[in-house]
């Protein structure tokens, strides 16, 4: 999904919500806020995870431009109204929100996820797809091991599912390695 798609559903979800201007993008495409230009194969999910902070319930009036929708008909993305305790978060992602750079917002301001806070969330919820766009951030170099590793024991998590996370970040940061060298190979 490209930065002006994730725009579109802002200016939409602006209209819909009545013109909120604030809006919690928690999804993969929150990677637009510190990435705007990001390559299209690692984000593959047509639909922006977002929610209205403080304003729960205006976030459901989103699923009109939700999955199913005239809007994801016409257009083959949507957005996909979540709660804020969707996600599990690292302890202080509020403060490292990221904007998303200027675009065609009509005024609507998304507010993303910093991409290890994302990444943590990923790990942790440890799906099929969040493993592959883990390994597909490392492998682009967008994410700091240390960094991670503090941010998920900053992350209130069953230990089993902690020790699952921290199992996937270095799988991910070895095969890194691991291709990286390869390709310096004659």
Known sequence: MRKSQVDHVLRAAREISGGTDRFIIVGSQSLHG?????????????????????????????????EGSPFHETYGYYADPVGQNTAVLPKGWKGRLVNLPPGDTGGAKGLCLEPHDLAVSKYIAGREKDRIFTAALVAKG????????QRLADTQVDERIRAAAEAA??????ASRAGAAKKRRP
């Open 142 to 149: 967008l994410l700091d091991k240390d960094v991670l590793r």
């Open 34 to 66: 510190k990435h705007p230009d990001v390559a299209d194969g690692i984000l593959v999910s047509r639909e922006v995870d977002l929610f209205i902070p403080g304003e729960e319930r205006l976030t459901d009036l989103l699923n009109a431009i939700g």
């Open 169 to 174: 970040i270095e799988r991910d940061f070895k």
